[in-house]
C-alpha cells in the first residue's frame, strides 16, 4: 500500500488560503516528498509529517513554488532533527547548482557548514528511469516556462505507479506520458483556458480531453483562485490541503 498526502494543493501565489505544491508519498520501500514550496515546511508541521521521515526530495522544476522550500528544510533537518541518514534531492538537470544557489540567495548558504547527513543530488533526465531512494522514477518534459526547466513524473512505489503533471500547459503528448498510471495527479490552475497563459492547465481543458487519459484515479491540484472556491463541483477529484489517499 503506498499513502499518498496531499502537503500543498494551492498555484504559486497560495489561493484560497492553501499551500504550494507538495505530495509526500510513504510507499512500503520508503517516503519521499515530491516538490517542496516555500510554504511546505509548515505544511509537513502541521500534517505531523517527521522530516526525518523523508529519503528524497523529487523536485518537478525550478520554480520558487515547487522547490523553494527545499533551503530551510535541510537547515531543519540538521539542527532542528540533527538527521544522521543521508537526503536525496532528485529533479531536472542542474538541481545542485539551482538549490546551492537558491539556498546562497536565500543567506542559507549550503557551504561551509558541518552537515551531520549526507545530501546526495541526483538528475533526472527527461525519458530515463532511474531509482531514486526507495522508488522509481521516470520524468517527462512538459509544456511550461522553458528557464524552470519543467519536467512531469512518473513514480513506481512496488505496485503503484503514480504519474504528477508538475506544471505545464496543454500538449498532445501528455496522456501517453501518464498512461497506466494508478493515480495521475495533475496540475489544473485555471477554470477556463480565455485570457490566461499558455504554461498552465484548464479545468476546461481537461474536462474536453478527459477521454484521453487511461489512468485509474484523476485528481486535481494546483488550484488557482477559481478552482479553489469550485472544489468538489468540478467533473474530476480535486485535492485538498492534508488529504490523504491510500493506494
Ligand atoms: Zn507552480
Ligand atoms: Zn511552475
Known amino acids: ?50 522530516r526525518d521521515e523523508i529519503e528524497a526530495i523529487v523536485v518537478s522544476h525550478f520554480h520558487g513554488d515547487h522547490f523553494g522550500g527545499i533551503p530551510l528544510l535541510l537547515l531543519a533537518a540538521l539542527y532542528e532533527d540533527r538527521r544522521r541518514r543521508p537526503l536525496r534531492i532528485a529533479g531536472p538537470p542542474g538541481t545542485e547548482a539551482r538549490v546551492r544557489a537558491l539556498a546562497a540567495a536565500m543567506s542559507h548558504s549550503l557551504e561551509d557548514r558541518e552537515w551531520t547527513f549526507a545530501i546526495d543530488f541526483q538528475e533526472l533526465p527527461a525519458g530515463r528511469e532511474a531509482a531514486v531512494g526507495p522508488v522509481r522514477v521516470r520524468s517527462f518534459e512538459t509544456h511550461h516556462s522553458p528557464d524552470s526547466v519543467p519536467h512531469g513524473l512518473v513514480i513506481e512505489t512496488g505496485a503503484q505507479r503514480i504519474a504528477y503533471s508538475g506544471d505545464t500547459g496543454w500538449f498532445d503528448g501528455l496522456p501517453g506520458q501518464v498512461a497506466g498510471s494508478q493515480l495521475f495527479v495533475t496540475e489544473c490552475t485555471y477554470r477556463t483556458t480565455q485570457n490566461n497563459f499558455d504554461f498552465h492547465l484548464s479545468h476546461e481543458q481537461l474536462v474536453e480531453k478527459k477521454h484521453l487519459f487511461d489512468c485509474g484515479r484523476i485528481v486535481l491540484t494546483h488550484l488557482g483562485a477559481e478552482m479553489s472556491d469550485r472544489r468538489g463541483l468540478a467533473d474530476f477529484e480535486t485535492a485538498d490541503d492534508g488529504m490523504r489517499l491510500r493506494l
Open 1 to 50: 500500500m503506498t499513502e499518498v498526502v496531499f502537503v500543498g494543493t494551492s498555484d504559486a501565489f497560495g489561493a484560497g488560503g492553501r499551500r504550494q505544491s507538495a505530495i509526500f508519498l510513504r510507499a512500503p520501500s520508503g517516503a519521499l516528498l515530491v516538490d517542496c514550496g516555500a510554504t511546505t515546511g509548515s505544511g509537513l508541521a502541521g500534517l505531523g509529517i517527521e
